[in-house]
Nanobody
């Protein structure tokens, strides 16, 4: 079992930056690929970014490419999402997830955090 706890959400203005953190506990963090997902009101949860177990490989949704950066620190059991140039359409609850493969984590996520709210005002 892996427990995931997100933090760092808040209310910001368009164009601002925000950094989310997801702290993991339980099983060996470095055994899992990690991903960030988001769910806006009335919409389905969507993939945002993923990172491989070592951090060597990352992938992003087209909507955030060039603005968001996913990273991880295996010594701290933490994955991050740096969000720059935020837009009102980035408003959502952001979740981190753990899976066996960064390539498939968007459709095969084993563990989820509880989410953190990000609100971007125009």
């Amino acid at each position: 079992q892996v427990q995931l706890v997100e933090s760092g959400g808040g209310l910001v203005q368009a164009g601002d930056s925000l950094k989310l953190s997801c702290a993991a506990s339980g099983r060996t963090f470095s055994n899992y690929a990690m991903g960030w997902f988001r769910q806006a009101p009335g919409k389905a949860r969507e993939f945002v970014a993923a990172i491989s177990r070592t951090g060597a490989s990352t992938s992003y949704a087209d909507s955030v490419k060039g603005r968001f950066t996913i990273s991880r620190d295996n010594a701290k059991n933490t994955v991050y999402l740096q969000m720059n140039s935020l837009k009102p359409e980035d408003t959502a609850v952001y979740y981190c997830g753990a899976g066996t493969s960064a390539a498939t984590i968007s459709r095969n996520t084993n563990y989820w955090g509880q989410g953190t709210q990000v609100t971007v005002s125009s």
